[in-house]
């Protein structure tokens, strides 16, 4: 399976599938990676393992639509079977998704659909949840809230500022996510509607559902 993975930042999830695709869990090649900010250091770890790495400036371009024309252009070129967004806080635009859409995934740490948009952390914190956690689902135009993958869940303590519980959700991001890209490169994801079923997943798991297998 070949992969176009977005980025904006620290690039800790991109280093957690990356890894996973060198240990020969994923049966995967990440072919480019792009990043909407200059210093991204996700553009550094893609580097130092040999990667594409490209930082697309949005100031070059006079609107989102624009932008996102040329992003479609980029990732074309690649001809990728799957697009990760790994920490890319940008919105998409709706023809960019309509241009890819089933074949976008994202990571987004809370329970969506609690706490979509940004700081979600901080918003789980604030709102006094008690418990949190993250999701991969497949990105449509209804922002952090496409059909969901996998979830996992983790507590909030009453001392949790958005730091400690950034990294204690953090944690399950690193293994969530390869999970879930391991599970459409070997074929065993479909979407019907608002659901995905993993076949022959093991559902009904705590604190991870469907049940992780290889992370
Ligand atoms: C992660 O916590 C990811 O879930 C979040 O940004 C962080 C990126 O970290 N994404 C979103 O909030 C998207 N709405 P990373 O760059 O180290 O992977």
Not at 41 to 61: M, Q, W
Not at 86 to 109: C, Q, T, W
Not at 149 to 170: C, N
Request: aromatic letters at 8%; a positive charge; hydrophobic letters at 40%.
């Amino acid at each position: 399976m070949n992969i176009v993975a977005l980025i904006s930042g620290r690039g800790s999830n991109l280093h957690a599938i990356i890894k996973g695709i060198e240990e020969g869990k994923i049966n995967a090649k990440i072919s480019l990676v792009i990043s909407n900010k200059k210093d991204a250091k996700g553009l550094d770890i893609a580097k130092s393992y040999g990667i594409e790495a490209l930082f697309l400036n949005p100031k070059d371009y006079k609107d989102r639509k624009e932008y996102d024309k040329k992003l479609a252009e980029v990732i074309s070129q690649k001809n990728p079977d799957l697009i990760v967004l790994a920490g890319y806080m940008r919105i998409l635009s709706p023809e960019f998704i309509d241009a890819f859409e089933g074949k976008i995934v994202n990571i987004h740490p809370s329970l969506i659909p609690a706490f979509q948009g940004l700081h979600a952390q901080k918003q789980a914190i604030e709102f006094g949840s008690k418990f949190s956690g993250c999701t991969v689902h497949f990105v449509t135009k209804d922002l952090d809230n496409g059909p969901i993958i996998i979830q996992a869940v983790v507590p909030v303590l009453p001392e949790d500022t958005e730091e400690t519980l950034s990294q204690r959700i953090l944690k399950f991001e690193h293994k969530i996510y390869p999970q879930a890209i391991k599970w459409i490169a070997d074929g065993r994801v479909s979407i019907k509607g608002r659901k995905v079923i993993v076949k022959d997943a093991k559902y009904g798991t705590i604190p991870v559902n469907p049940a992780l297998e290889d992370f």
